[in-house]
């Protein structure tokens, strides 16, 4: 699964909304929303570590898949 894809599955698992994660990341929804569907590159290093700590995973599992 792709990274946009993976991240939505595991943000609507949690029942975090999109503009909840894009707030505790500082971005824009939209922006998020455009990750998750796939119209955008993964983000930068350091968001992917932040965003996986929001989501409860080890950095290296969402790294891996960036």
């Keep these: 699964m792709q990274f946009g ?3 939505r599955r ?3 698992a949690q029942g975090i909304t999109l503009r909840e994660l894009a ?3 500082d971005v ?3 922006y998020i929303s455009q ?4 119209n955008f590159a993964p ?3 350091e968001r992917v570590v932040r965003m ?3 989501l409860g995973l080890h950095p290296d599992e969402l790294l891996a898949r960036a």
């Design 52 to 54: 996986a700590q929001i």
């Design 28 to 30: 824009s929804p939209t």
């Design 10 to 12: 595991l943000r609507v």
């Design 23 to 25: 707030r505790q990341l």
């Design 43 to 45: 983000p930068a290093e």
């Design 5 to 7: 894809p993976y991240v």
């Design 35 to 38: 990750i998750e569907q796939g």
